[in-house]
């Protein structure tokens, strides 16, 4: 049976990186990159490391009768690294996705 | 900053425009577009980069409240000097059945200032003589914010 220790090994984090965005706007692409947002990062071993996105975008669509906000915080946002170096925050939802909010972290393992 | 012996880089992240909309804690140097090397010291998030320095970014335009039914009803009665007498009027008033429809079939209590239907109720009122166009402004004007 594998043990807690051989899962969770010691030092097994290399390193972390982190970052925080406040309606940062979202590019246009296409398919799961309908709209998206790129982030630089220092260079970390894809095959061994991890990425994590909390928060959402935000849309302007209209927000019907008498109801809602200008700002609506609707989509649902997918981290992947693209590139050793290109952190991706996207969603595969409507156009209108304009601005993203939230924080992201690069785990990268030994 | 170091964490686990590993220098620890920071950066902000700023849009076409040059307003900080993100920051970066990274592993080491990294060199690219739109992005910016600051100290710990630094909080740049809002701000903008302009001749190498960070200045205050510009004023977010004001965010106005959304307002019950009842609340919205208040506004007709003060910015818009409309009376209970007449507040009884316009709901009898069949220029303006419509829009009481929408009010009642809304399914919701919020009154939003940036719907479109809150600008068509509030011109029905104006196009038939229940509030003033100065009135109008004046409830727009005063909308509540947050």
């Known amino acids: 049976m594998t043990t807690v220790s051989e899962l969770f090994p010691q030092s097994a984090i290399k390193s972390i990186q982190e970052g925080v965005l406040v309606g940062a706007t979202n590019l246009s692409g296409s398919g799961e990159d309908k709209k998206y947002h790129d982030i630089t990062i220092s260079a970390v071993d894809t095959s061994k490391s991890i990425a994590f996105f909390e928060g959402s975008t935000s849309s302007t669509l209209y927000p019907g009768l008498y109801y809602g906000n200008s700002t609506y915080a609707i989509g649902v946002v997918q981290a992947r690294l693209t590139s050793s170096t290109n952190l991706r925050l996207s969603t595969a939802s409507g156009s209108n996705m304009t601005t993203i909010t939230g924080r992201w972290k690069v785990v990268e393992y030994a | ?146």
């Open chain 2, 1 to 146: 900053m170091e964490s686990g012996g590993v220098r620890i880089m920071r950066y902000a992240q700023i849009n076409e425009t040059n307003i900080c909309v993100g920051t970066s804690n990274l592993n080491g140097e990294v060199t690219a577009a739109y992005t910016i090397p600051i100290t710990d010291d630094v909080d740049p998030l809002g701000k903008k980069w302009e001749n190498g320095a960070w200045v205050d970014g510009p004023v977010p335009a004001a965010s106005y409240k959304i307002l019950t039914k009842l609340q919205a009803i208040e506004r007709l009665m003060t910015d818009g000097g409309m009376t209970p007498a007449e507040l009884v009027t316009a709901k009898a008033d069949a220029n303006l059945a419509f829009y009481w429809m929408i009010w009642e079939f809304a399914g919701t209590d919020d009154v939003n200032r940036a719907s479109p239907n809150t600008a068509a109720v509030l011109a029905a009122l104006r196009d038939n003589g229940y509030i003033t166009q100065a009135e109008l402004d004046a409830i727009m004007a005063n909308w509540p914010t947050e």
